[in-house]
Nanobody, 119 residues
Framework: VQLQAFGGGLVQAGGSLRLSCAAS????????MGWFRQAPGKEQEFVGR????????YYADSVKGRFTVSRDNAKNMVYLQMNSLKPEDTAVYYC?????????????WGQGTQVTVSS
Protein backbone atom coordinates (compact mmCIF):
# COMPACT_ATOMS: atom_id res chain seq x y z
CA VAL A 1 0.00 0.00 0.00
CA GLN A 2 1.26 3.42 -0.94
CA LEU A 3 -0.26 6.73 -0.02
CA GLN A 4 0.75 10.08 -1.41
CA ALA A 5 -0.74 13.26 -0.02
CA PHE A 6 -0.55 16.56 -1.84
CA GLY A 7 -2.32 19.85 -2.24
CA GLY A 8 -1.05 21.79 0.74
CA GLY A 9 -0.07 25.41 0.57
CA LEU A 10 -0.46 28.86 2.01
CA VAL A 11 -3.95 30.28 2.42
CA GLN A 12 -5.47 33.21 4.26
CA ALA A 13 -7.75 32.70 7.22
CA GLY A 14 -11.29 32.08 6.06
CA GLY A 15 -10.09 30.51 2.84
CA SER A 16 -10.35 26.98 1.51
CA LEU A 17 -7.98 24.27 0.44
CA ARG A 18 -8.43 20.73 -0.78
CA LEU A 19 -5.92 18.05 0.03
CA SER A 20 -5.68 14.89 -2.01
CA CYS A 21 -4.35 11.46 -1.17
CA ALA A 22 -3.53 9.02 -3.94
CA ALA A 23 -3.85 5.43 -2.74
CA SER A 24 -2.37 2.48 -4.57
CA UNK A 25 -1.25 -1.09 -4.08
CA UNK A 26 -4.48 -2.94 -3.48
CA UNK A 27 -8.24 -2.66 -3.24
CA UNK A 28 -9.31 -0.36 -0.45
CA UNK A 29 -12.88 -1.57 -0.14
CA UNK A 30 -12.35 -2.85 3.40
CA UNK A 31 -10.27 0.08 4.57
CA UNK A 32 -10.86 3.16 6.63
CA MET A 33 -8.94 6.16 5.34
CA GLY A 34 -7.95 8.85 7.78
CA TRP A 35 -6.49 12.32 7.83
CA PHE A 36 -4.24 13.48 10.62
CA ARG A 37 -2.24 16.61 11.28
CA GLN A 38 0.69 17.70 13.37
CA ALA A 39 1.51 21.28 14.22
CA PRO A 40 4.99 22.33 15.35
CA GLY A 41 5.57 21.38 18.96
CA LYS A 42 2.27 19.55 19.22
CA GLU A 43 1.19 15.94 19.16
CA GLN A 44 -0.36 14.37 16.13
CA GLU A 45 -4.09 15.01 15.95
CA PHE A 46 -6.86 13.06 14.28
CA VAL A 47 -8.80 15.16 11.76
CA GLY A 48 -11.32 12.92 10.04
CA ARG A 49 -11.88 9.56 8.43
CA UNK A 50 -14.02 7.78 5.87
CA UNK A 51 -14.98 4.15 5.56
CA UNK A 52 -14.23 3.26 1.96
CA UNK A 53 -17.08 0.84 1.50
CA UNK A 54 -20.01 3.01 2.60
CA UNK A 55 -18.46 6.51 2.78
CA UNK A 56 -19.45 6.99 6.39
CA UNK A 57 -17.36 9.79 7.84
CA TYR A 58 -16.31 10.92 11.28
CA TYR A 59 -14.60 14.14 12.33
CA ALA A 60 -12.74 15.69 15.19
CA ASP A 61 -14.76 18.35 16.98
CA SER A 62 -12.19 20.96 16.03
CA VAL A 63 -12.96 20.61 12.32
CA LYS A 64 -16.57 19.43 12.32
CA GLY A 65 -18.68 21.54 9.99
CA ARG A 66 -15.63 22.99 8.24
CA PHE A 67 -13.81 19.97 6.85
CA THR A 68 -15.15 17.18 4.65
CA VAL A 69 -13.54 13.86 3.84
CA SER A 70 -14.55 12.13 0.62
CA ARG A 71 -13.25 9.46 -1.70
CA ASP A 72 -13.32 8.67 -5.39
CA ASN A 73 -13.47 4.92 -5.85
CA ALA A 74 -12.66 5.02 -9.57
CA LYS A 75 -9.52 7.07 -9.03
CA ASN A 76 -8.48 5.57 -5.70
CA MET A 77 -8.31 9.04 -4.23
CA VAL A 78 -9.23 10.42 -0.84
CA TYR A 79 -9.85 14.11 -0.32
CA LEU A 80 -9.93 16.53 2.57
CA GLN A 81 -11.88 19.66 1.73
CA MET A 82 -11.02 22.36 4.23
CA ASN A 83 -13.21 25.46 4.45
CA SER A 84 -13.24 28.43 6.80
CA LEU A 85 -9.62 27.80 7.61
CA LYS A 86 -8.14 29.22 10.79
CA PRO A 87 -4.52 29.92 11.74
CA GLU A 88 -4.75 27.05 14.23
CA ASP A 89 -5.30 24.67 11.30
CA THR A 90 -1.69 25.24 10.31
CA ALA A 91 0.06 21.86 10.37
CA VAL A 92 1.52 19.09 8.31
CA TYR A 93 -1.37 16.93 7.14
CA TYR A 94 -1.07 13.20 6.61
CA CYS A 95 -3.32 10.62 5.05
CA UNK A 96 -3.37 7.13 6.49
CA UNK A 97 -5.03 3.78 5.89
CA UNK A 98 -6.43 1.26 8.34
CA UNK A 99 -6.93 -2.20 6.85
CA UNK A 100 -8.86 -3.51 9.84
CA UNK A 101 -11.90 -1.48 8.91
CA UNK A 102 -12.31 -0.06 12.41
CA UNK A 103 -10.53 3.25 11.97
CA UNK A 104 -8.42 2.77 15.08
CA UNK A 105 -5.14 1.33 13.82
CA UNK A 106 -3.59 3.04 10.84
CA UNK A 107 -0.85 0.86 9.46
CA UNK A 108 -0.08 2.79 6.29
CA TRP A 109 0.94 6.43 6.10
CA GLY A 110 1.69 8.86 3.36
CA GLN A 111 4.18 11.67 3.50
CA GLY A 112 2.82 14.90 4.87
CA THR A 113 1.77 18.01 3.07
CA GLN A 114 2.15 21.41 4.71
CA VAL A 115 -0.84 23.65 5.23
CA THR A 116 -0.20 27.17 6.45
CA VAL A 117 -3.06 29.51 7.29
CA SER A 118 -2.13 33.15 7.68
CA SER A 119 -4.12 35.54 9.85
Amino acid sequence: VQLQAFGGGLVQAGGSLRLSCAASGRSFSGFVMGWFRQAPGKEQEFVGRIRWSNEITYYADSVKGRFTVSRDNAKNMVYLQMNSLKPEDTAVYYCAADDTGWGQAYKYWGQGTQVTVSS
